[in-house]
């Protein structure tokens, strides 16, 4: 793709409203988080889920040697999860809590409070161009109540979503 292509892409995707997510695993080399807006819905059968890494990152290898990762869906509230973990020079520090889950589902930390959780076990990781489709299956997913406005990406800025989005018309 030439770059006036790549321009005109990140261009046009900045229209597009995504959610936004933290990643982590917990692994031998300890805990490792990002923040992503690459988060998608795959498969209902089986339960998959995906998250856009870049290749050089060291997120993928934290997953790969962990075996499974933890998706937190932010709500409005958190904004300050999603630029620390934004971060690349963070100094190790962390602002995650484990949630146990019981059954075939993995240990994974997860952002405390956050209006979703999806605990994954690593299912496959593709090249698709310059990044990896890290692909996960759902073991154990937890929504809130509905009522929480999420943390939206829009335009390159960070903006909180409107409850009255998930109330039925």
Request: glycine residues 10%.
């Amino acid at each position: 793709m030439n770059s006036e292509i790549a321009a005109a892409l990140r261009g046009a995707a900045r229209r597009f409203a995504t959610g936004v997510t933290v990643m982590a695993a917990e692994g031998p080399t300890g805990r490792h988080a990002m923040t992503a807006n690459s988060f998608v819905t795959l498969s209902l059968r089986p339960a998959l889920i995906g998250v856009a890494l870049t290749r050089s990152g060291r997120m993928r290898a934290a997953v790969e040697q962990a075996g499974a990762f933890g998706v937190s869906v932010l709500g409005a509230g958190q904004e300050h999860y999603a630029r620390h973990y934004a971060e690349r020079a963070r100094g190790g520090e962390t602002a995650l809590v484990e949630l146990t889950l019981t059954g075939r589902s993995p240990r994974v930390p997860v952002v405390p409070d956050c209006i979703a959780v999806f605990a994954c076990h690593l299912w496959s990781i593709l090249p698709v161009g310059d990044h990896e489709l890290v692909v996960g299956e759902v073991a154990h997913c937890v929504a809130d109540d509905e009522r929480s406005a999420p943390l939206l990406f829009l335009g390159g800025r960070l903006v909180p979503g409107e409850p009255a989005l998930l109330t039925p018309s």
